[in-house]
């Protein structure tokens, strides 16, 4: 790892009661050039139009998919990823959502936090995630 992950844990073990496997971390030590990404929706980043689903499963493949996209368009990778946010407009919708996200930060450990809102910028999205990576000086 580029970063030093400090308390890694995993949320299979912190919610027992929750089928989840999210690799995270307490903190993130990081050095090198931050970037910082706006709320990924489940949308086209070259056309902004919605993937055309309702389920949050679908919805957070392709949020997850555009931080990649974003970050590799960087010079960055998943690995870099130091801070997630991920917004919900349903909590019932959470573990669907961290199971799917969790494909995508396994062995990262990036820290999170979860927020559940009232409603996202269009009515048909469930699930936002924005994020904060730090590319390394030396992965230029």
């Known amino acids: 790892m580029t970063h030093f992950r400090h308390r890694k844990f995993n949320t299979r073990d912190t919610y027992p009661e929750q089928k989840l496997d999210n690799d995270l971390c307490q903190a993130v030590v990081a050095k090198g050039r931050i970037v910082f990404l706006r709320g990924q929706c489940p949308q086209d980043l070259d056309t902004a139009k919605d993937i055309g689903s309702h389920d949050p499963v679908e919805q957070t493949h392709k949020v997850m998919q555009n931080i990649r996209q974003l970050l590799e368009e960087v010079g960055g990778k998943m690995e870099h990823l130091c801070k997630v946010v991920v917004y919900l407009t349903d909590v019932r919708h ?23 809102v009232t409603a996202l910028a269009r009515p048909s999205w469930l699930v936002e995630i924005d994020g904060t990576a730090v590319i390394p000086d030396d992965d230029k």
Not at 102 to 108: A, Q, S
């Open 94 to 116: 959470r573990e669907a959502v961290y199971r799917t996200m969790g494909e995508y930060i396994k062995g990262v450990h990036p820290v999170s936090t979860g927020v559940v």
